[in-house]
């Protein structure tokens, strides 16, 4: 009688602790569902219209359903497969090619230098997916455009403008990620170094020393030397994927000393803008302001929760995940029903908010296939990426 007693107490025991330890994993890996998912995936296919929206939209795309040939997963360089030609990404492509005037070099029109570049990937995927070698083209004269043709500073830095010589801290996630790509897929050690190098001598010109975060746009007729939240994730997330981009390029040991130093970088930004997050999990719009046009902005702090779990996986440093968990929380609670991010920044008047943001649907996507790649890599046991380099 006693005996049986101790042994159903003992059960009961083990019935409690393995449901409390699966409701603590069951927190700790919920991401968002796949209706949320599909949902946010067809706003932002709504919404984008422009080069970098829909340059980012297909990043997004590729890294939420496509992430085996994405630079995040095992088969990048080169694919491992195709695109299936019913892919959005391929529809989007099509209309790009479809709707490029004759003779231009870059994929799209544009005063910017950078923005039609981020819509390479996208493209050169989509040929290989059609078969057809107009893509290859189109994509080798975007390169060449901003290679050769794109102004430079006198330090060698490639504008982000068509007209004038002026940096924007956007530029990062729009050009050295591409040049980068077409580095690791066309074997090619100059390219990826030209992609780091690229962002070092953005990082000359736009690091405030004094905070550790970038400004948004100096040199040129006109300033906007602000410390902008969305600008300040480009770049986390541009070399987030430069660096992953040369990590799975056959140079990894060859620009080790260079890798390193990008990492450096990397590093230094998330860890200083980390320290602007408030309580409830969202960064400002302007993160270090106090007023002026600041507001709780949930499309930038979906985009550097997005470079922080790619980063971690990177450096196997686990320091700032629970503040990006945070950040998932916060702005998985300002998705509306039909799939609307809210309280975002208007991505054209920056001092604003918008009713939506077209980037920052991607923002969502990009920031959740990062944290389900994330709590992957860390149930595999697998080392982080830069061990051994
Ligand atoms: C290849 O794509 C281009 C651009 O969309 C198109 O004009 C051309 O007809 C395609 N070629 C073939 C063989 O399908
Ligand atoms: C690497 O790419 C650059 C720019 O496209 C080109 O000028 C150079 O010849 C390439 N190098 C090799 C080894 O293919
Ligand atoms: C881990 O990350 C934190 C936050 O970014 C940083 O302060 C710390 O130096 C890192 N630790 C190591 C060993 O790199
Ligand atoms: C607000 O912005 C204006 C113009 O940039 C500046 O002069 C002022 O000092 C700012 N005020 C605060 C509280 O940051
Ligand atoms: C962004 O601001 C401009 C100017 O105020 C406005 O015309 C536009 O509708 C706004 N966009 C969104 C999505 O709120």
């Known amino acids: 009688m006693f005996a049986a007693m101790i042994r159903a107490l003992v059960l009961l025991l083990v019935i409690i602790s393995v449901t409390s330890a699966l409701v603590v994993r069951t927190k700790k890996i919920t991401g968002l569902d796949d209706h949320t998912v599909g949902n946010v995936r067809a706003r932002m296919l709504d919404f984008s219209k422009k080069s970098w929206e829909l340059g980012c939209a297909t990043q997004a795309l590729l890294e939420l359903e496509n992430s085996d040939i994405s630079v995040y997963g095992d088969n990048p360089f080169p694919p491992g497969r195709v695109l299936a030609t019913n892919s959005p990404i391929v529809a989007i492509s099509r209309h790009v090619l479809a709707t490029r005037p004759p003779k231009m070099l870059p994929l799209m029109e544009d005063g910017a230098t950078g923005d039609p570049a981020s819509m390479g990937i996208a493209v050169l ?82 690091r405030d020393p004094r905070s550790g975060l970038w400004r948004h746009i100096v040199l040129g007729r006109w300033q906007e030397p602000s410390l902008w939240g969305t600008g300040i994730g480009w770049t986390a997330a541009g070399a987030v994927r ?35 997050q408030h309580r409830n999990g969202a960064f400002s719009n302007h993160p270090t302001r106090k007023a002026n046009y600041t507001f709780h902005d949930s499309s930038f702090t979906a985009l550097l929760a997005s470079a922080t779990y790619r980063f971690a996986v990177q450096s196997g440093n686990l320091t700032l995940i629970p503040r990006a968990d945070r950040a998932f929380e916060y702005v998985q609670s300002q998705i509306k029903w039909d799939g609307t991010l809210q309280n975002v920044v208007n991505v054209t008047y920056w001092n604003q908010k918008g009713r939506y943001s077209p980037e920052g649907q991607a923002f969502v996507l990009l920031m959740h296939s990062a944290r389900r790649d994330f709590v992957e890599w860390q149930n595999s046991g697998k080392p982080p990426l830069m061990m051994g380099i």
């Open 125 to 206: 995927l989509t040929g290989r997916a059609l078969n057809n070698r107009t893509y290859a083209s189109a994509v080798a004269d975007q390169l060449v455009f901003l290679l050769a043709h794109a102004p430079r500073s006198h330090s060698g830095a490639i504008s982000h403008r068509v007209e004038e010589v002026q940096l924007w801290n956007d530029f990062i996630y729009m050009g050295p990620p591409f040049i980068a790509y077409m580095g690791a897929i066309e074997r090619n050690y100059t390219l990826l170094l030209e992609a780091k190098r690229q962002i070092g001598l953005y990082r000359d010109v736009l």
């Open 242 to 276: 430069v660096l992953q981009t040369i990590v799975k390029s056959d140079f990894a040991h060859a620009l080790h000393s260079h890798l390193w130093e990008l990492y450096g970088w990397t590093s230094e930004l998330l860890t200083a803008t980390w320290k602007y």
